[in-house]
């Protein structure tokens, strides 16, 4: 049964007429068809670079599988996708039928990169604006997604082209989760990712304090080298809701790099529980939205 079925929701392309001639309007419609069998959309985002979103994305998707969730993971970073290597599939491509493209899977979780569609792992991508949002059209309505619990997104760092098109496309059911990292410089852009959710009515689930003290793989003390508390004194002054604070370990930049996401490799680490703590929250939310 389609989510389609039944609903009489008329600002949705699929209810309205509309020229068969109108390329944009069909390719609104099969995102439309495409979303309706997804029941929550979520934007993994950041204002800054460099504080671990993909790799929060990475193992949250599949925190969320091992709460027995049907999940996607689309990377959305067209100029630098890193989807692919961090789950082991550089070099592979989907295959594509009159259904769409079929996604790759791992681990129970279904994966789309713009990174398995490049000849190779060093080609740029070169785009601008329009480009851009015409991808992401595509990557989401192309995409044979199927029945789906959650649907990430993982974005690049900012609030420019990609996560705007991800907001516009994904219409008002989509919420966001918001990266950061403990110390002033990163805290600063992500409370302008803050900003851009309030001023586009994008719900935030809440923030994920990344790279929160450096967990010794030695003798495992704890130590602040990003310093502490930032987002939490982000969440109080912002109003959102800290999930958890994932501590820094080399293991999860290692299985990273070598296609081994730490919450497979290592399901009783302390990094895991604070990310199955995050899914958990984001499970917690979604229900009561329903």
């Known amino acids: 049964m389609s989510g389609c079925d ?3 929701d008329s600002s949705c392309s699929i209810n309205q007429q509309g020229n068969p001639q109108d390329k944009q ?3 609104r419609q099969a995102l439309d068809k495409r979303m309706c069998e997804v029941k929550n959309k979520i934007i993994v985002m950041s204002g800054k670079g460099g504080v671990g979103k993909s790799t929060t994305a990475v193992n949250l998707a599949l ?4 709460e027995g969730k049907k999940v996607g ?4 970073d067209l100029h630098g996708p890193s989807i692919p290597k961090m ?3 550089e070099g592979k491509r989907p295959l594509a039928d009159n259904e769409g493209i079929h996604p790759l899977e791992v681990n129970g979780l279904k994966l789309m990169s713009i990174g398995f569609l490049l000849a190779s792992t ?3 991508t070169i785009m601008r604006g329009p480009m851009k949002h015409g991808a992401i059209q595509q990557l989401l309505a192309d995409v044979a997604w199927g029945e789906l619990d959650y649907l990430l997104l993982d974005c690049p760092p900012g609030t420019g082209d990609e996560p705007l098109s991800a907001v516009q496309l994904l219409g008002s059911g989509a919420s966001a989760v918001v990266v950061t990292t403990p110390q002033d410089v990163a805290l600063t852009d992500v409370e302008k990712s803050l900003s851009f959710c309030k001023e586009l009515k994008l719900k935030v689930v809440g923030l994920v304090e990344n790279m929160s003290g450096f967990i010794c793989p030695h003798c495992g003390e704890r130590s602040d080298i990003f310093k502490s508390g930032g987002a939490e004194k982000l969440a109080e002054k912002t109003g959102v809701s800290l999930l958890a604070q994932i ?4 293991l999860v930049v290692i299985g990273g790099d070598a296609g081994k996401p730490h919450v497979l490799e290592y399901p009783e680490s302390t990094t ?3 990310l199955q703590k995050v899914a958990k929250a984001v499970v917690a939310v979604s229900e009561l939205n329903d």
């Open 63 to 66: 925190a969320l599988v091992k």
């Open 122 to 124: 060093s080609e740029a």
């Open 6 to 8: 039944g609903c009489n």
């Open 25 to 27: 309007f069909q390719m």
């Open 73 to 76: 993971l689309l990377d959305i």
């Open 272 to 274: 895991t529980q604070a």
């Open 87 to 89: 789950l082991g599939l």
């Open 247 to 250: 501590p820094f370990e080399p």
